[in-house]
């Protein structure tokens, strides 16, 4: 079994249970959202725990923030919790943080272990436009943002925002180094990419969202577990981080599978 | 490295690897000698590299770092061809120890394992890998070792080897790394066992490349081989593709000076095994002609007609060209061995003008010096 086939084909294939809810009709689509989403995430936080048994060091951290994160996100997708939160914003600011640390800690481990040094120019000059970008968006959208929540909010909020971007500038040298060896040597993981591209798209998701329909950031809250394309966006970078992490643990495997098969002819 | 020269040895080191890696692959081609077929007795080899080995004092350090180099060059096509995902080994530096181990030892086993057998090379083994990924120590065994097998040396010898495994395990595992040889079978151990270590470590690979005089007993070993000494499961022979390499891997630090250094070395070669295939026979020296036709067949070496009185030497199936782009560079040392047989032969010094191919026929015509 080619484990970088199967990879590509799984991510086609989780194209679907992500589309699926754009299809279904609202009631169940927001069934199907209030399951599919803690689940991937259960999914993929046991995933991300059992791969950092197998590394040390600043990667087996990376892993083990990226399992936390994981664990912490479906906390926000358990409806029956809402009213709680709203009860109490304190708790939910402080949800908030501890999850985004998880998540900013796993990209400070990720990018320890990244060989930036190798990114071309042309990487930088990306990164740079990624980091422009971010901070146009930010300048355009945070300030409806801290007129609509209440004043508990707007500090962590903002900042939030702010780290949104740290995080996608953390990570952006591995999807560039890989694209960089792609057509060379191939030695960038390809898994570890699906990952961490998992990872950027469920940071951006909100955002490419509003951009392409010119909604508000303070908007798209309502939309979650409606079956909007926010969701299918969400649901989709979620299924992108499982399947990358589920073949990741089965690479050892499968790639000797595949070295066996080409020893004896096949 | 040599310019040009070392630029078309290069391309067809990667050319050999390429083949025998269809070998592998279980890939059906016709034989390469029609007469002798796709081997060559170990002894062929095995001198190609001791006598330099003894003449020369940089040729081990030349020899190691030619062969890590190519098999590191080489290890992405081992990587294509056996389908391997080329980030196999990623981030190895952060694999826990238990997994650096186990995965470590079974593409060892199975690979390089694998390529051992099929060329006829030994049968290699993971012996007691302490792999902590930070601080690599990978000890390998090779038993029969084709490099060594039936050689008496005072210093262990397989500088080929040495460096192929460096240059394949470098290349997997991203990082640079060295090797030397603990134990060899030419000093008197059991098998043939190997340190792969991280770059710049330890004193152990300033010796192994820097001997004093190697020192070997070259006649035992040549009445080994025409007394059919064999390794006991892989037999006597090795694969041609596996001289082939030896053989550019031993050129192509400076092809033209080390194709005349060979030159010189088989010259004085030559002239030493017609007195010891006179004896080894016990034959008179009318019928040396036919002695050392049959030394040359013997060893799968090649098929030589020599008349009586004729200056002019014609060999098929020669081993160091069959199968592969022919080029005078490659026969330095057999073209000296020739000249000094038949120098001897003819009791006058003779010199080869110019060697002409002619289909798969080496014609060499002689001349008084």
């Known amino acids: 079994m080619n484990p970088r086939l199967v990879l590509k084909a799984l991510i086609l294939l989780m194209l679907v249970p992500a589309l699926i809810c754009l299809l279904l009709p609202d009631s169940i689509a927001r069934s199907y959202t209030q399951i599919m989403f803690p689940l991937i995430l259960l999914v993929s936080g046991i995933l991300a725990m059992r791969v950092s048994t197998i590394y040390t060091n600043w990667l087996r951290n990376a892993f083990v923030f990226l399992s936390l994160f994981l664990f912490l996100m479906i906390f926000p997708h358990f409806d029956f919790l809402w009213s709680f939160y709203a009860a109490h914003p304190l708790f939910v600011v402080l949800l908030q943080w501890v999850t985004y640390a998880m998540l900013v800690l796993c990209s400070i481990y990720v990018l320890k272990v990244t060989e930036v040094r190798q990114i071309s120019g042309k990487g930088w000059?990306?990164?740079?436009?990624m980091l422009v970008i971010g901070i146009v968006i930010l300048v355009y959208h945070l300030p409806p943002v801290l007129q609509y929540y209440p004043a508990v909010y707007k500090l962590p909020l903002t900042l939030i925002y702010i780290l949104d971007v740290a995080i996608v500038v953390m990570l952006m040298p591995v999807v560039l180094l890989y694209a960089q060896q792609m057509r060379v040597e191939g030695r960038e993981s390809?898994?570890?990419?699906?990952?961490?591209?998992?990872?950027?798209?469920?940071?951006?998701?909100?955002?490419?969202?509003?951009?392409?329909?010119?909604?508000?950031?303070?908007?798209?809250?309502?939309?979650?577990?409606?079956?909007?394309?926010?969701?299918?966006?969400?649901?989709?970078?979620?299924?992108l981080i499982a399947v990358g992490l589920y073949v990741h643990k089965k690479y050892d495997e499968w790639g000797f599978a595949q070295i066996e098969q080409a020893l004896s002819g096949g | 490295m040599g310019g040009e020269g070392a630029a078309n040895l290069e391309k067809l080191i990667d050319e050999v690897w390429s083949l025998f890696l269809d070998d592998l692959k279980k890939k059906e081609h016709p034989q390469i000698r029609a007469t002798f077929g796709d081997e060559v007795n170990l002894f062929v080899p095995?001198?190609?590299?001791?006598?330099?080995?003894?003449?020369?004092?940089?040729?081990?350090?030349s020899l190691y770092t030619a062969s890590y180099l190519g098999a590191r060059r080489n290890a992405y096509a081992i990587m294509r061809k056996l389908d391997m995902p080329p980030d196999f080994f990623w981030k190895f530096e952060y694999w826990t120890n238990e997994r650096a181990f186990e995965v470590l030892s079974k593409v060892i086993n199975r690979i390089f394992s694998e390529i051992m057998r099929t060329t006829k090379?030994?049968?290699?083994?993971?012996?007691?890998?302490?792999?902590?990924?930070?601080?690599?120590?990978?000890?390998?065994?090779?038993?029969?070792?084709?490099?060594?097998?039936?050689?008496?040396?005072?210093?262990?010898?397989?500088?080929?080897?040495?460096?192929?495994?460096?240059?394949?395990?470098?290349?997997?595992?991203?990082?640079?790394?060295?090797?030397?040889?603990?134990?060899c079978c030419a000093t008197g151990g059991a098998t043939c066992e190997f340190m792969v270590v991280n770059k710049g470590k330890g004193e152990e690979l300033e010796q192994y490349l820097n001997p004093a005089t190697i020192d070997f007993a070259l006649q035992k070993r040549l009445a080994g081989a025409l007394d059919g000494q064999t390794r006991p499961s892989i037999g006597s022979e090795a694969n041609l593709r596996y001289y082939h390499l030896v053989l550019l891997n031993s050129l192509i630090t400076n092809p033209k000076l080390f194709s005349a250094s060979s030159y010189d070395l088989g010259k004085e070669y030559g002239k030493n095994v017609v007195q010891f295939l006179a004896q080894y026979y016990q034959k008179q020296e009318h019928e040396l002609l036919e002695v050392v036709a049959q030394y040359y067949?013997?060893?799968?070496?090649?098929?030589?007609?020599?008349?009586?009185?004729?200056?002019?030497?014609?060999?098929?199936?020669?081993?160091?060209?069959?199968?592969?782009?022919?080029?005078?560079?490659?026969?330095?040392?057999?073209?000296?061995?020739?000249?000094?047989?038949?120098?001897?032969?003819?009791?006058?010094p003779l010199r080869c003008i110019e060697p002409i191919f002619e289909g798969n026929e080496l014609i060499l015509k002689l001349k008084p010096q």
Do not use: M, W
Request: with cysteine; glycine share 6%; hydrophobic share 50%.
């Open chain 2, 121 to 183: 090379e030994g049968l290699l083994s993971v012996e007691n890998a302490s792999t902590d990924p930070k601080e690599i120590k990978i000890q390998l065994a090779l038993a029969e070792c084709v490099e060594c097998f039936g050689v008496s040396a005072n210093h262990p010898v397989c500088y080929y080897h040495a460096g192929t495994f460096t240059g394949i395990i470098s290349a997997l595992l991203g990082k640079e790394l060295d090797c030397y040889e603990t134990v």
């Open chain 1, 125 to 129: 000059l990306l990164i740079a436009a």
């Open chain 2, 297 to 348: 067949r013997v060893l799968k070496h090649l098929q030589l007609e020599l008349t009586q009185g004729t200056a002019v030497i014609r060999a098929a199936e020669v081993a160091e060209i069959s199968g592969l782009a022919t080029s005078a560079d490659f026969l330095g040392f057999l073209i000296g061995e020739l000249e000094g047989i038949v120098s001897v032969l003819r009791h006058e």
């Open chain 2, 46 to 61: 095995q001198v190609r590299l001791l006598l330099p080995l003894h003449a020369n004092p940089r040729f081990p350090i």
């Open chain 1, 190 to 239: 390809i898994t570890f990419t699906t990952i961490v591209s998992g990872v950027i798209l469920s940071t951006i998701a909100v955002y490419l969202f509003v951009i392409v329909t010119g909604l508000q950031l303070y908007e798209a809250p309502r939309l979650f577990h409606t079956g909007s394309a926010l969701d299918s966006l969400y649901l989709f970078s979620y299924l």
